[in-house]
């Protein structure tokens, strides 16, 4: 017989109790038994939603605000449909898939997590890092600080590692350590959302924002995936006309990558594998189905779209249709990061205008060529160089002190970073176990989370250059894997074998498949795009994948249906 769990059992009671004294009630029993929901924050408030929010502003002012928003209800239709799934049958996701619908599948879920998990974890690094050296601590770890350069990564990075690997460790321990872990983890999401919303609170109070224009940003419009922003118009215009192709070309391709990039990180395929997993932890079942989609809300969307916008809402009141600082200012010095991407901007426009002719040109007649660069577009390629949260809380000292332009600012920037470094872990964790059918909670899924700790290396890989902006070809890589998740959950809900008695129905069943169809055909197509907008080696070599997976998947399914045929 099976034994009790007295915590689960009480949890179950005060949910029918709070469902008999009407909805308040079961708010109120939501909120307290809230936990899977605030992990897909901690996760999701990372360096993928921070720099794609970041470059949003910078590219599309507000009028991207709406487009983060978007990503994350439609990934939430997809955490809602594998929670149904998880709690009203009574196999754990991974076998089941591999039973019900595809082991290909399954087995693509779970390895395509684990190296979404190690590649993502790499700009988490960075991110804190960036937020240490730059915000925090300039005069410890910062380049002229204690340590220097190189040693004050390596101590901040092991500090991180330390502070996460501690945290994580809690998470096996059931009871008091479970909660414990969930705690930090809500403290640390609180702290990303007082830290972001304190900084747009600070600048409505010195008026430095359109509240109309920014309400405006909210309303969703897919168009500005294949056009400039409006704001960038008169200043293409002033441009000679033979070359305002060039720069919209630019902004669009900037923009394309962006948005793939925000939309890849609202919801990651790594998340799909955290909610399931993260609700069986607690013992959840059927009767939970409520508080999945409750927690989904609380602890997912609001967060999300709180601090994201309040992201974007900051970096285009500061950066949108502006220059870098120093770029076109005589006597004032630009950063080198926004030297270097201002004379690659200007080498660009200079190619295009030479054509062939380009390439056996003298490096000094190309230097006095390029200072020769008509102003307007001189003005363009200081206006799209790439800034980070350093260039942002700099350029907020003058408007809100040091205190909240640098310090708060900071502080927000290394809870997204170590929120996320910590859930990655986790989940490295829950994939290894399930691949090699170890139990949960033990020695070997403690060796698991240590898997996504290849992150470490980003910050030693990535040097040189804008450490955030390491966040969107990551993102953008991460999204060419949602797919396999979206279409193989998709398949679950619609699946008689797995579901049973607990398969949706009627017009639910017709809403519920709507839903996931339009969630998993964005997924499809920004994937798509994904990879068929890479260099032609990374694109034929995704395209290769992505047709060998289709054909394992229909030559599998035969095999198994023929030998159940013969048997």
Known sequence: ?????????????????????????????????????????????????????????????????????????????????????????????????????????????????????????????????????????????????????????????????????????????????????????????????????????????????????????????????????????????????????????????????????????AVGINQTFLMPYSMLNRGWDKDFRGQAIFDLGTGLVIPFILVTSCVVIASASQFHTRPGTGLLDPGVSAPAKLEGQYSNLLDGRLKAEMKSGYAALPKEEKTVRLEALPEADKKMAAMLVKRDAFNLAESLTPLMGHTFSSVIFGIGVLGMGLSTIIILMLISGFVVCEMFGFPHGGKEHKWGCMLASVGVLGPFIWTGKTLFWLAVPTSVFCMMLLPIAYVTFFLMMNSKALMGGAMVTGVKRNVWNIMMGIASLGALIAAGWSVWNRPPLFKWAGITIVAALIIAVFVVNALRKNRSVCG
């Open 1 to 265: 017989m099976e034994k009790l769990n007295p915590r689960l059992e009480s949890d179950r009671k005060l949910l029918k109790e709070a469902r008999k004294k009407g909805t308040m009630a079961s708010l109120g029993a939501f909120s307290k038994l809230s936990g899977p929901g605030w992990l897909q924050s901690a996760i999701t408030l990372g360096g993928g939603s921070l720099a794609s929010a970041l470059y949003l502003g910078v590219l599309g002012g507000y009028s991207l605000l709406w487009l983060q928003g978007v990503a994350v209800i439609l990934g939430v239709i997809m955490l809602g449909a594998i929670s149904y799934v998880t709690l009203s049958t009574d196999e754990k996701p991974f076998s089941a898939i591999n039973r019900h619908i595809s082991p290909v599948l399954g087995w693509a879920w779970a390895i395509g997590t684990l190296m979404a998990n190690m590649v993502w974890c790499m700009p988490q690094f960075s991110l804190s890092v960036a937020a240490v050296q730059q915000n925090l601590l300039p005069g410890i770890m910062g380049s002229d600080g204690l340590f220097g350069n190189m040693g004050g990564k390596i101590v901040t990075c092991a500090i991180l590692w330390t502070i996460a690997f501690a945290i994580v460790m809690q998470s096996g321990n059931k009871g008091k350590g479970t909660k414990i872990f969930e705690w930090i983890l809500k403290g640390l999401v609180g702290l990303i959302i007082i830290s972001f919303l304190g900084v747009v609170l600070k600048l409505t109070f010195v008026g430095a924002l359109d509240w109309g224009a920014i309400f405006k940003g909210f309303i969703p419009d897919i168009g500005q995936f294949f056009r400039p922003s409006e704001t960038y118009i008169p200043f293409i215009n002033a441009v000679s006309p033979e070359f305002q192709s060039y720069w919209t070309d630019k902004i669009v391709g900037m923009q394309q990558n962006v948005m793939i990039a925000a939309a890849a990180a």
